[in-house]
């Protein structure tokens, strides 16, 4: 059989172009039309500016709110608001525990708990576990297995399948396979539930887990990705309109990362990314092949012993796409005598934001900062963090005038050291939330010098108010303009006719002089432009 030509004369570092949003975007857009709707246009990146002037981006971190950890012994995943309101949290207990007591089933941290809230904050766990079957006519018994998505669909035909659960399956035996195409990978299941509770299998994925990494070595040194690794999220996209599998692998030989062994105690190993993968599908069951969408680049390699991306997600919010990626690295610390828990360091994860316009195509938001940072060197969350997600969208829970983000976090259990530690038992976990401002992960701020942006042109389909999102300080002062698509200002909303902005809001409506609506400009192709002295600006809309 022919085989086509690939030139592989870039990988795999060529796909440190992807996480690039200078790189994806090279085209100047300061003279490419948009339309915009009633959703919040973020500055959380690029997109939406023109031009800008005296201005800084700065991302800000969450707020941990200050009753972490919520659920301790509980590695939570997955978080469900319910329609006639509280809340539900799904997850495994961990090692033997659950919420400070003995796990009331004894096992291996497989099986899966139900935790519920009245207010997001005190949880009780549920004394029964959650409870699945193989088929309609079996008995019911407890739920064993990593989850991997929960979706709750009140508009499905049929009540029993409203629920949807993908999970690694530990509940059922797997037949043996002893054929030339036998693969000794674990499938990953669907299970369906008219309450959530009583889960029934329906079908295994095309989706196959091999082991921790996904990676067949072929060599000592090098490897290449086969079925995925042990980490994974599935959402249903609203707008793309399709379930995402953001998936994990191991990409090597990357001389740029650090070695990791494949046996602590030997000298053979391999130089590999952590990278993260992208299927869809249309039924849950079938799943496009994964491409890669997130690797790490030569400006991650300034991180002590970073290795890449452990884990990403990625959500809809307002006018564009969110995620969270788990970011990982073994450090090395000769100064802690601890054994590491991995031969090159030791193993510390923490969260950076990233963006995207198109829900395909993303970039890391601002200045790659923490946008979770670990916790302090014995805290509850001082070495290993991942994003418990919403039910079905995936992402925070948006209240009020705020953004909460569940997160699990994991402490090694000895202080003094950057990473987890061996042996496992020592280790604890807990699940926390971290608080942003609702559009308050970027701002662009200026200090003393006036600091302006203009936007690229657009044509808005809301009704007419003019609102934004925004911080000043003490003395300082935003003002807002509308322009003609060449930039010359409109008459009568020129900054000079701006009332005068100032204080803190999430909604700030514009009015200029005799006017607070620009509703008879609608369906042309406008230019708004702000000022700011010793002021911040997250977003803006047209309501």
Known sequence: ?????????AFPQGYSLLLNEKAQFPQDLSCWRAKIDRSRQLFADTQMIARSTNLTRRLHPVTKHPANPVIRDMHACYLHPEPDGGYRMYGNGWRGQLDGKPEPIEGDGRTVWLATSTDGIDWSVNEEPVLARTDPSAAWHPLRGQLHGLLFEPEEVDPEQRWKLIILDRSRTPSPSVG????????????????GLHWTWKADTSLLRKGSAGLRRVGPFEGFPEGLGDVLQVRWDPVLEKYIAHTKHTVGPDPRFQMVLHNPNGPIGSYEARVAGWAESDDLIHWSPPRIYAYPDAVDTAVPGIYGIYEADGFRYESMW????????NVPDPSCEAKPRHAGGYKRN?????????????????DREAFIPNGADDAWDAHYLRMAERTTLAGPLVKDDEVWFYYDGQYGGIPGCPGLTQPKD???????????RRDGFV?????????????????FSGSGTLCMNAQSEKGGALRAAVMEEDGTPIEGLDYADC????????????????????????GRYLRFGFRLEHSRIFSFWVE
Not at 322 to 329: E, F, H, P, R, V
Request: hydrophobic fraction near 50%; charge should be negative; proline fraction near 4%.
């Open 443 to 459: 701002s662009l701020e200026a200090g003393e010098e006036t600091g302006e942006l203009i936007t690229r042109p657009v044509a």
């Open 180 to 195: 030339p195409f036998s693969e000794p990978a674990a499938h990953i299941a669907l299970y369906v539930s008219a309450d």
């Open 1 to 9: 059989m022919n085989q086509l030509t690939a030139d592989w004369s």
């Open 350 to 366: 923490w969260i950076r934001l990233a963006g995207s316009r198109d829900g395909r195509h993303w970039y890391y938001l601002a």
């Open 499 to 522: 009332a005068v902005m100032g204080g803190d809001s999430v909604r700030a409506p514009i009015s200029w002089k005799g006017a607070d609506s620009i509703a008879a400009l609608k």
């Open 426 to 436: 020592l280790w604890q976990a807990a699940v926390g939330i971290g608080v942003a």
């Open 322 to 329: 969110l995620g969270c990626l788990s970011m990982t690295a």
